[in-house]
């Protein structure tokens, strides 16, 4: 679903039935919340400096909800 509801560069279909897809946003923020949003089934490659942001959040939220 974000390949057809975001606006990106360019989609691959990966050997693993998995897709790649290019985002550019002024908002890094958005992509990392977009990140969290899907969980395991999305993750940043690239800058590293903001997928290392997203699974420091990611980690955040865990523990976040294991200590609740």
Known sequence: WVAEYYPHDS???LPD?????TLRTPDPASLRRLALRLGGEGRIVAPPELADSARTAAREALTAYETA
């Open 17 to 21: 039935g998995g897709l790649r897809i």
């Open 11 to 13: 989609a691959e279909e």
